[in-house]
């Protein structure tokens, strides 16, 4: 085996570490919270709210199924790589974007509906959504995939060719990370603000379930762009 081949190999076992490790949070977290889901939700007359949890909660099933398949599978054809690496990327995509709106409603709220506000967090989203998406179809028109088995038969899944469009990837990450810092900031300003003037639940709620969402979301991203901005360098 070639130094360059195991390097990707490495690298593959490596994301794969991170996106698994990440997989069993999303499980154990659905058990954790069915019981309130069935009450509040499901139980609950339906509205935009309803909507916006769905679509922000199981979408991310059928991803890390898809993600699995690409994991794991065994004897995967070249085609079928790029096609699963693909919807695995704009499910994520798409999840990451309802998950920033039910965020960025909440900012709005606690800024009091303002319509500056409003105009603010749009144009931000707007212009975070368009860097995001012509990076992945960037990325996935331009990168090749090999089944990791053609470089060790006891490996499955596949992986993406070094030399491909890594930096396109790093620059979505960076923008979805900005976006998501500036509302993680917004909302700790007016939690702030309101600790020291008064107590409001739906502020605290809100910052607290902002606090939660954003440290998650760094816990598996920071690592995984880490990874692969190192291998880039390192195979470059």
């Keep these: 085996m070639s130094l360059a081949s195991g390097s990707l190999l490495q690298q593959a076992q490596t994301t794969t570490y991170f996106n698994v490790a990440s997989i069993v949070v999303l499980v154990h977290d659905w058990f954790l919270t069915i019981d309130s889901e069935l009450a509040f ?4 007359k339906w509205n935009l709210g309803t909507f916006l949890y769905i679509l922000t909660r199981y979408p ?3 991803d890390t199924a898809v993600y699995l398949y690409g994991a794991i599978g065994h004897a995967i054809p070249v085609p079928v790589c790029g096609l699963v690496m693909a919807v695995s990327g704009w499910m ?3 999840g990451f974007g309802i998950s920033e709106v039910v965020m960025a409603i909440c900012v709005w709220t606690m800024w009091g509906r303002t319509r500056r506000m409003a105009i603010s967090l749009a144009t931000l989203a707007l212009a975070v959504t368009v860097v ?3 990076g992945l179809h960037k ?3 331009s990168a090749t995939y090999i089944p990791l088995e053609d470089l060790h038969p006891n490996v499955p899944g596949c992986q993406t060719r070094p030399g491909g469009t890594r930096d396109a990837l790093f620059i979505d990450f960076i923008a979805l990370a900005s976006l998501e810092s500036v509302l993680f ?3 700790l300003s007016k939690a702030v603000q309101h600790s020291r003037v008064r107590s409001s639940t739906f502020v605290l709620e809100c910052f607290r379930h902002g606090l939660i969402y954003y440290m998650m979301l760094s816990s598996k991203h920071i690592p995984g762009a880490s990874v692969t901005m190192i291998n880039a360098f390192s195979t470059s």
Excluded: E
């Design 41 to 44: 939700i499901w139980n609950a």
């Design 60 to 62: 991310a099933f059928i």
């Design 92 to 94: 994520f995509l798409f």
């Design 139 to 141: 990325h996935h028109s």
């Design 185 to 187: 900031i917004l909302m």
């Design 132 to 134: 995001a998406v012509l």
